[in-house]
């Protein structure tokens, strides 16, 4: 089970974009996730009639380490560490900060 999977919401914690907050859109590989918004670079493309490709400048995110980001928890208002605990026979992940389950509205 992943401490941060897609569509959570995530703090990031070092880097360039130190402090933006952001949506996982996806997981890359094990260690990596892409953010909303954040490690967006420009991408030089080619002009290729083929496949419809006009070419130009565009902005294309970049993953990012897992390691840099903490899952937002919206008790607190700050990034928080994640932990596992067995809640009526489901393992569910659990904010270290205060002791709530990740996703519940409460």
């Not at 490690?39 to 995110?61: C, F, Q, S, Y």
């Not at 840099?68 to 904010?95: E, H, S």
């Amino acid at each position: 089970m992943e401490r941060i999977r897609k569509g959570d919401e995530v703090v990031v914690i070092s880097g360039r974009d130190k402090g933006k907050r952001g949506v996982v859109l996806t997981r890359v590989g094990e260690t990596h996730v892409t953010v909303e918004g954040v490690g967006v670079v420009k991408k030089h493309v080619r002009p290729n009639p083929m496949k419809g490709v006009a070419g130009g400048i565009i902005d294309k995110t970049m993953p990012i380490d897992a390691s840099n980001v903490m899952l937002f928890n919206p008790g607190t208002k700050k990034g928080d560490r994640v932990g596992f605990k067995v809640v009526d026979g489901k393992k569910v992940r659990v904010f270290k900060g205060n002791d709530a389950v990740v996703g519940s509205k409460g």
